[in-house]
């Protein structure tokens, strides 16, 4: 625990855009559910950008509809315009829970077709707060 803590501090010292008191928060409880201490933005950025099976064939990866450049919008395969990932360009994004989960929940099933790991949301949020 003690070294999540400095973890959380050190990144919103590096990045001061991820500093919010509700991020941290949800990092705090993907980390406990994940039993780690920290997670890594190049997992998270290789996830995110990666190719994978199991989902959706028209959704193969979180660049399917959120573009590779998280700092740009993306579109959903309706058209549907999806405002930027990262927390430079949307610094309440990552903020709520519930939303946190929902959408987790939904993009993961359709690009992995199942749910993502703590570790996984953990690593793929880290690398958005730094972007």
């Known amino acids: 625990m003690k070294n999540l ?8 010292t590096a990045y001061p855009a991820a500093a919010d008191p509700a991020r ?3 990092l705090k409880n993907l980390a406990n559910q994940a039993s780690v201490s ?5 997992a998270g950025k290789a996830f995110f950008q990666g190719t994978h099976q199991g989902g959706k ?7 399917s509809c959120h573009t ?10 309706i058209g549907k315009i999806i405002e930027p990932m990262a927390v430079s ?8 829970p519930e939303k946190v989960d929902k959408w987790f929940r939904r993009n993961c099933n359709s690009v992995l077709g199942r749910e993502c790991s703590a570790n996984e949301k ?3 949020l880290i690398y958005l707060m730094t972007q």
């Open 89 to 96: 360009v949307m610094p309440s994004r990552f903020t709520d």
């Open 24 to 26: 941290d928060a949800i």
């Open 68 to 77: 590779k450049n998280p700092t740009k919008q993306g579109r959903t395969r």
């Open 38 to 42: 920290s997670f890594s933005a190049a």
């Open 122 to 124: 953990g690593d793929i």
């Open 57 to 63: 064939p028209e959704s193969p990866s979180c660049t």
């Open 5 to 12: 803590c400095a973890a959380l501090m050190l990144l919103a």
